[in-house]
């Protein structure tokens, strides 16, 4: 369970570093002394919870996969790309607080693109399932100062995944609880990674 | 031949027939208890209900739903009788109270010994496997509140029954490895024997409530649990230790074992208990009040298969009430520094913390959004007890999501506070009262008030304070509001912001139209309070915006340096028609507080409207905030009644 969960992770990120010229990079230390003001906004978000299993590309497993699919739409009661994009960015907000004043507008933007959210289901080539469910976030930060040239404006990058168990029998309950820490856990990877290169963290 | 392969097809005829039965017998067991998971599930969901209506305050609302749960006799009738006798003391029905107690003694004493369990389940079938009993600490908790009943009405035989039960349900009866550590049950039972004349048991357990103070005290908890975890690792096997990762010999644990032990011995010997006991270890009290803090844990689960048990933590601070006897004010000075502080009895075992060797093994505790997770016994409360060794080597225990699945339960008395703070006084015969009132931030709550009369100097009495409405408070993260929010918050006039009450982290958008596909927002407080901001300014009125640890921590002062405050309680969202000709509709409760008195100059609810639906919930919210902060505004002249000059 813990391997196949491992690999999806490594797939996710292999896909998310893969789809282009990838290089994370965190805020520069420079602007953490004075620190300026942030603007915090989501880009793209899928409006719909995506469903993934293991897949290993069985038509059958395709078949069953769809079929739970719509079991967890109805558990999740209403969760959609838009209440996730609020959250990450409630979460992400708090967390990035602690290094910057954050209003609607700033010197720096940051931008969260949230690439993937939904569920991943660890499964074997025929659809059987092997662990229990998982809740993923998956997304890119960019943190960009309107003030700097045009070609160097984008200081800070980085890619986030974020995974959390939801049992074997998800429930509204447990689905909504799993969404609030992949938030939460989204937001601090991202901030601990940004935030990195401030003076006094040893590096 | 003929006769032979008869008798064969006989043989394998009743052989699948057999086969069949059994078959059709496991099926149809498995089918009866997950029937009944269901319904256990169902009667969780409701009961959550009247807990959500128990901590906004609705005391009446919830013991109605709670009692609807305790008409018949079923596996978790002891966890709502529970719940409802927190209601009645809420309400200040304290016999009705003591009839739910006993009832719960009564249950009790039917699953005391495993041979009346076995007795009890062959009544009960297969549901009897999750028959709630609850955790030591929530046994403890039924004894000690009819212990405080009993002593009221001045039955005190029963009450020292009462405390005993709390005492032994708190200990390890079986292998006397440890006695109760909740102090004020030893302190009930040394006061209940003062009370009946018999000064040596007194004496004997006051002393035993001197021992838990020094043994729980923050100084000590720590090294406490650290060298009850060292003293199990001895006890376990080279495997087991390998399993939780320990890989030092026994010379060495012993060795840390003394060191620890020293270190202890000097800080208990440095703990004043009597001083801290004060009138509930000399036994001059005659009137105790107690007074619920916060909420306690309850259970979830988690791990990478969801297959652990864990308790979650509240943490939002709250304001502890504003009490008076006989009309003076009951300050917070008189609080004695020792209450009942049920979170850590329900994470510890004997003061050793449940999470201590798996931490960072086994298990994780991670702190997300205001609550944090502290990792419990490894199984499910069925049964009572679970072994420490069970926890220990992390047999954990496959579950699913869900309230409750056959292998793990996550059911709890939810209805108790984090802790009972506790006034012991001594006052002259006669009748008195006290009374109070709990704050919403600035807004005075309903007042709530105990009579009771002293005959003699050796009459007793109790009051139990409703607790503070902590379901009405948003649960996040620390608000941290920046320079710009907080303008013009030193001049006396400004208006102040508090964060609106009744939202919770997800809310769900009622869809007018059944066919419509549902939607949640997760609300941003910071946001809602700046949308009312963004209107009073552009009207000219100058406010600020405090957060929630502010006003709680500081309430009084601020209610000094500023005349009103503003708070708004969101009632709901509601999405009509669809995304071409469709709108989203707030329906939000603005209320203008004195902030000195708490009294409430006046109060409207306004619905603030957006038609602009495709942007979706969340931007709709906060417009329609603004539309239904305007639309008070519109209602209400705030600027003569709170005296608001122009910015």
Redesign the interface.
Known sequence: ??KS?SLFLLCVNICLVGSGCYSPKPIPATYFDPAPEMAVTIGKCPEAAQMRDSGQGGLIGAMVTAGRANKMKEAM???????????V???FE?AI?DYF???EAGRLQTVIDIEQWGWYLPTTVAGIKT??YQFTVAGTVTVTDIEAKKQKNKIATCKIVASE???????A??S??A???C???FATQAVTFLTKERPGVAH | MTDKSGSSCLTSTVGVACLFLLLANTATSQTKTAEWLDELNRMEREADQARDAFWCGHYEEAERQFASLTGSVHPSVILYLNECAMCKFALGDYPAAEERLRQVDSLLNTYYSDEREKRAMSAFGAEAEKVYRGDPYEQAATYLLLALVLIDRGDYDNALAACKSGILADSDAAENLFDSDIALLHALEAKCYQLRGEEEPFRSRRDAAAKSVRLTSASVREDFSRRQDLLELLKMSRKERRQVGEERKDDEIRDEIQNLSDKLDRNIAAIDAMELLGPLYSGEFNVLVLVPSGRCVDK???????EMVVFRQHVIPCEGPELYLDVQPLDSVRCLPVGVDLEFQAMTRGGRRMDAILRGKAASR?T??GVGHAITEVGSNVGGFVGLGVALVGGAVQ?????MTAEADTRCWQTLPREFHTYALRLAPGNHEVIGAHYLYFQKRETFQRRFTLTDEHDMATVVVPPPPYELYFRH?EL?L???DRTGIEDASTLLIPPPTGLN??I??SVADGNT????????PKRFMRSIQKVLAEKGLACALVSHEEVIASRRELADQHKHALQCHFVEIVREGDKKAGSYRAKLTFALIDAKTGEVVASHTTEGVSADVSS???TALYSCIESATQAFLRHTDIRTLSSVPAK
């Open positions: 369970m813990a969960s009661e209403g969760i959609i790309g838009d209440t996730v994009k609020e959250l960015r409630q979460k708090a607080e004043d954050v209003y662990g229990s168990s939801i049992g074997d029998k998800p429930t309950d447990a909504r609880e969404l609030l820490k938030a939460d856990a | 979830t689960r988690t791990g990478a298969d969801a991670a997300t959004r579950g699913a999501a869900g309230s993260d941290r920046s320079k710009r982290e997800i769900r958008v596909k549902q939607e949640a927002i997760a609300p941003d979706g919930p969340s």
